[in-house]
């Protein structure tokens, strides 16, 4: 499904085939969650691909890796040449870009003592999300910050975002609203998390969640868009029967939301400025406006001129 005899990974230095790499079954990564990785996705674009914020992608993974104290030396520009290398290699144009940083054989509950990069690709078909979810709220809590770095992207944290999706689907429910030690909205198993009131977004703070890069730009386009977004704590009483809600992440790009624990949102989504936000998001991934909003900021030129 993810590769077939031909396809070309890199990993421990080399490009190889998929079928050929193996890891350690006496890695720390395999039995204590001990890796860090990246969701990545490159678009095609003016006939070749791009990734979108592949940079901010690869300084995450590098975060990840030095919050879990791993030996990991690769830049962010090796890391970016390198995964245009796996795309090339594979002639991939739309793909889903997945590096992983794993460590070498040890039992131990010691810091890894080697780090080795991996990075896996494949093409991406979409339909992985339906544009119309519901979702309920999960009785299981996001981990809590004072017991693991949540902001990290780390494998052992997604047993949590395991149990939660399941339970959902168990349910008869697409996914999973997830709430912090607190009580407060955190995020989805594997997405970020708005909520729009009155024409204005809402979204939980940094602090019990994975800071998204996804949600991050749609904060970049809120301002570009004059669309109020507040970065504040709720709970699922606020959200619930509110007039929109949507997530976003990745893969999932802005996936709207049909109902939470089966109380519909209110407005028809095409009228919501969450559908603007979606429409602009998915305009700039594929190159159809320009970035960065730093740049539109200084010279005041619109991220959303092609
Ligand atoms: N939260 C969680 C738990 C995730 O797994 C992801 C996907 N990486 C996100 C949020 C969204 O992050 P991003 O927009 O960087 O893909």
Redesign the pocket.
């Known amino acids: 499904m993810y590769y077939n005899n031909d396809t070309v990974i890199y990993f421990k230095g080399e490009f190889v085939r998929a079928a050929e790499a193996g890891t350690d079954l006496y890695s720390q990564s395999l039995h204590y969650g001990y890796s860090v990785f990246e ?1 990545i996705r490159s678009y095609p674009i003016n006939g070749g691909t791009k990734m979108f914020k592949g940079e901010e ?1 690869y300084d ?1 993974l590098r975060r990840s890796a030095a919050a879990m104290k791993m030996p990991f030396h690769y830049s962010t520009e090796q890391m970016v040449e390198l995964t245009y290398e796996v795309l090339k290699r594979n002639n991939y144009t739309d793909a889903y870009i997945r590096p992983i940083v794993l460590c070498s054989p040890n039992m131990a509950l010691s810091k890894g003592r080697e780090a080795w990069l991996a990075i896996e690709s494949w093409e991406w078909t979409n339909g992985y999300m339906s544009n119309s979810m519901r979702i309920m709220t999960s009785t299981y809590r996001r981990p809590n910050p004072d017991a693991f770095h949540v902001d990290a ?1 780390v494998s052992g ?2 047993v949590n ?1 395991i149990l939660a999706c399941q339970e959902a689907k168990d349910m008869g429910f697409d996914e999973a609203l997830v709430l912090d030690t607190n009580g407060h909205v955190a ?6 998390i708005f909520f729009e009131k009155n024409g204005e977004l809402f979204t939980a703070p940094k602090g019990h ?2 800071p ?4 991050a730009t749609v904060i970049e386009l809120c301002a570009e868009l004059d669309i109020p977004v507040h970065e504040k704590y709720f709970t699922p009483e606020e959200m619930r029967g509110a007039e929109a809600g949507f997530f ?4 999932a790009e802005v996936v709207a939301l049909a109902s939470l624990d089966n109380v519909p949102f209110s407005r028809p989504w095409e009228v919501t400025k969450s559908a603007v936000i979606q429409d602009a998001y998915k305009k700039l991934v594929r190159g159809h406006s320009v970035f960065p909003v730093q740049a539109a900021s200084q010279n005041k030129t619109s991220i959303l001129e092609p």
């Open positions: 969701g992608h995450r992207k944290h997604y975002s995020e989805s198993s594997g997405a970020n969640i994975l998204g890069i996804t949600r976003c992440g990745t893969a």
